[in-house]
Nanobody, 117 residues
Framework: QVQLVESGGGLVQAGGSLRLSCAVS????????MAWFRQAPGKEREFVAA???????SYSDSVKGRFTVSRDNAKNTVYLQMNSLKPEDAAVYYC???????????WGQGTQVTVSS
């Protein structure tokens, strides 16, 4: 059973930075494309960023240039560095694992990011 546990969320002022982590257990990280999604109150869950085993990355237009996704396969951990945060980035951020960029089989419980203006 694969388990994903996010951490690193919190309250930050607009323009600030946060780094989210997603620790994976139960299976080696190398098998999966790892992705970050977010969901704000009253909105649908949306794609944020993803990274493959070969370090190929993908970003939503709304975070491109501000967020950076990375992974440490030896530590079975994925990161999301978020810079220049905006109030509209506030959401619950979820880590997900899947066989490719379009499918996610496993989800974490989410971590709250709040951005004050």
């Amino acid at each position: 059973q694969v388990q994903l546990v996010e951490s690193g969320g919190g309250l930050v002022q607009a323009g600030g930075s946060l780094r989210l982590s997603c620790a994976v257990s139960g299976r080696t990280l190398s098998s999966y494309v790892m992705a970050w999604f977010r969901q704000a109150p009253g909105k649908e869950r949306e794609f944020v960023a993803a990274i493959s085993w070969h370090m190929i990355t993908s970003y939503s237009d709304s975070v491109k240039g501000r967020f950076t996704v990375s992974r440490d396969n030896a530590k079975n951990t994925v990161y999301l560095q978020m810079n220049s945060l905006k109030p509209e980035d506030a959401a619950v951020y979820y880590c997900a694992a899947g066989p490719d960029f379009r499918r996610q089989n496993y989800w974490g419980q989410g971590t709250q990011v709040t951005v004050s203006s």
